[in-house]
RNA sequence: GCCCCCAUCGUCUAGUGGCCUAGGAUAUCGCCCUCUCACGGCGAAGACCGGGGUUCGAGUCCCCGUGGGGGUACCA
């Protein structure tokens, strides 16, 4: 069944194309446009057009692209050569602003990965039970369905790096679905932040973003199609009742809700449906067992009788999550699910649905939640939780990444620091997904961070390191627009430092017309001993002013004066690394001097004799 | 309550019956390098949740506990 392109799924999605504009006529927005009316009457209503409207419009605005060409992998990677200052790669642009969701993703690399190795002469590596006509060969076909209810959450991106993973590794597609059926919880706001997220993350989907409310129709069918079938039921009782009964009788509510449909006299259900009486609709688990098989759990194996009719088909006609996953998996073809734990118990209804409609069951795996430093459920008062609060404590993407592929997996090698995303994609496979839930550790985070950003080549990190910089008091403008100066001056830092941040905060020492004296620095190497740090200091001034600027015949000039003062090297180095960066710590002083240049080093080492004299 | 999942150093993990006196990483501590801070190098300390089985032999297999997590919605 080669469903290379579902047909509704069209061969055309929402492609983001240029701009944030990310789909005014959805739910969220059409409600809030509606200008404080109740949320649900808005939705109803605005759906017949407005749903169905801008599906098509952007369809037709898509049509360009019916090639099914990936979101984010086409754009010419701007970041390759760039060259003027121009924010390409982290989005660093304009703080606040809604960023294009996949124009800016760095380019991964992953083409040369697909022009490499065709899937045709390969050992298909998906056990699907769907079977194909043979010969076919079937892509992978995997999807991450966050539902926009918040920003992205690290469990969230570690689940779609798996499937992102995958589907590099494996050739095959990457689906995004936002899944918005929640009226009264999904926002515009959070569909963007999660774009952005994933942009961030480098994680570039192929097809989508596809809105879940898009299907409705489809997913009513389905509910339609289980009722005409017998596979499911209409529910006319009201949910406080059957609640209340089924705490009574101790039964499953759903249990109760089934016998008084069946108690229905014939026709009588229909009559009153008809009749416009309002009703859920409930699919009727038929009796057994329930199994599957999980990739990471292995076989499961549910007894139906713990697993209740849920309603498919609320009373107001909207469809439930379960019903509309499956729909939407399979009108989109996903042949494997890679999703959160937290849904293990909801896949055997999910089979059971997809059996009812008659759909081949994708395979499944279930990834390990992300938990917080004390073993719970990681939460906001775990501290942050969204991607979005590490890009802005200045962690790398690329960290970033590599450290969620390396939560709940591992290449089964020592390998942890992957500097090329390459090198996770060729190592990624999910035999390796561990089955236990990890807990999410800022401080390795930071770490990995770090190493990333020794490694990282300064000219990458210019942009970012601006974008922090930006409102800097007293920044001297000259050198933050010199761009071989910036370049040489996050070379010194960026080995010292654990996140941009942090690169940045060392940079202000550099890039300020005032410097900001330490407390602690100026007790320790001026305030203990004014008199040998001025003479110190007054020496230094004198010997600098005819030294050759570069670091050998400073190096030898400096320690010339320590020698002559009779002290120890660092007697002069400190007073002078505190004149000239107010700091008790910075790079290698000679080369803090060969950046300072003379002119700047000797005003501070004025200056700073100043201070001292004072004293 | 019921159903399900999980369980190795604080944390991330290796480990698929003998290679385990349990390996690596991080964090911590010490030493070295050194003008400071980092980096780096070397070293220390640190774990098989408990109890039963199976087996010549169990971190590894089985059972029972315990603990943690998830689900149990006309949320997703």
Redesign the pocket.
């Known amino acids: 069944m080669a469903r290379e392109r579902p047909p509704g799924a069209p061969a055309v999605g929402r492609r983001q194309r240029g701009g944030p504009p990310l789909r005014r006529g959805f739910i969220g927005s059409a409600r809030g446009a509606g200008g404080g009316g109740s949320g649900l009457p808005a939705c109803c209503e605005g759906r017949p057009g407005g749903h169905g409207g801008t599906w098509h419009r952007s369809r037709d605005a898509g049509g360009r692209d019916g090639t099914g060409e990936g979101v984010g992998r086409r754009r010419p990677g701007p970041r390759r050569g760039r060259g003027s200052g121009r924010v390409a790669g982290e989005g660093g642009g304009v703080p606040g602003r809604p960023l294009r969701p996949s124009g800016h993703v760095r380019r991964t690399g992953h083409e040369g990965h697909r022009r490499g190795r065709r899937p045709q002469g390969r050992e298909e590596p998906l056990e699907s039970t769907t079977r194909r006509p043979e010969g076919a060969s079937v892509s992978l076909r995997v999807r991450f ?3 926009p ?1 918040g920003y992205l959450h690290v469990g969230g991106a570690r689940t779609a790096l798996f499937n992102w993973l995958l589907a590099r590794k494996e050739d095959g597609v990457f689906v995004l679905r936002v ?8 926002r515009d706001e959070h569909t963007e932040a999660i774009l952005h997220g994933l942009s961030w993350l480098g994680l570039d989907w192929d097809e989508g973003p596809y809105f ?1 409310s898009d299907g409705v129709e489809r997913h009513r069918a389905a509910a339609l199609q289980l009722l005409e079938e017998g596979k499911a039921y209409r ?5 406080d009742e ?2 209340a009964e ?1 705490e009574r009788r101790q039964k ?3 249990r109760v ?1 089934r016998e008084r449909a069946d108690a229905l006299p014939d026709g009588e259900a229909e009559e009153r449906a008809e009749a416009g009486e ?3 609709i ?1 699919f009727r688990v038929p009796a057994g067992e329930t199994r599957f098989s999980d990739r ?3 076989t ?4 139906n ?4 009719d ?2 498919i ?4 006609g ?5 019903l ?2 499956v729909s939407d998996d399979h009108e989109m073809g996903i042949n494997l699910v890679l999703r ?7 896949t ?2 999910q089979v059971l649905l997809y059996r009812a409609l008659g759909y081949p069951e994708p395979e499944f795996a ?1 990834v ?2 992300i ?1 917080g ?5 990681l ?1 906001k008062r775990h501290g942050a939780t969204a991607v979005g609060d590490y890009e802005e404590q200045g962690i790398l993407p690329e960290a970033m990444r590599n ?1 969620l592929a ?5 290449p ?3 390998r ?2 992957f500097l090329e995303v390459e090198e996770l994609v060729e190592a990624f496979s999910s ?2 997904i ?8 800022t ?2 985070l ?3 961070n ?2 990333h950003l ?1 490694e990282m080549p300064a000219g990458e990190l210019l942009d970012r390191v601006h974008g922090r910089l930006r409102s800097v008091e007293h920044a001297d403008a000259a050198l933050l627009a010199d761009e071989a100066w910036m370049t040489r001056l996050v070379d010194l830092l960026k ?4 996140t941009v941040d942090e690169l940045a905060d ?1 940079a202000l020492p550099f890039v300020r017309t005032e410097l900001v004296f330490e407390e602690k620095a100026v007790a320790k190497h001026w305030e203990k001993d004014p008199p040998a740090a001025e003479e110190r200091m007054k020496r230094l001034l004198e010997v600098l002013e005819d030294t050759e600027w570069a670091l050998d015949p400073l ?1 030898e000039a400096i ?1 010339g004066v320590a020698d002559e003062l009779d002290v ?3 007697k002069v ?2 007073p ?2 505190l004149a000239v960066t107010g ?10 001097l060969v950046l300072l240049g003379r002119g700047r080093t000797l005003e501070r080492l004025r200056n700073g004799l100043e201070r001292v004299r004072a004293l």
């Open positions: 369905a966050p539902s209810t899944e918005d059926t929640d009226q009264a919880r999904s879940q529910d006319f009782s009201d949910p059957i609640r089924a499953h509510a759903s809700a309002p009703h859920a409930r990471v759990h292995g499961m194996r549910f007894g009788t713990d697993i209740d849920l309603v088909l609320r009373s107001d909207t469809p439930i999550y379960n509309a996953v959160g734990d937290d849904h293990l118990s909801n055997p209804k279930h390990p939640l938990l430093a004390d073993g719970k459920r939460s450290f390396l939560l709940g997996w591992n089964g090698d020592d942890e620091v035999e390796r561990l089955k236990k839930s990890s807990v999410f550790d401080e390795k930071e770490w990995l770090g190493r020794a080995v010292r430092s654990r060392g190096e320690r120890g090297a660092g180095i400190h002078l690394r700091r008790q710590s910075s790079p290698g002083i000679f080369q803090v």
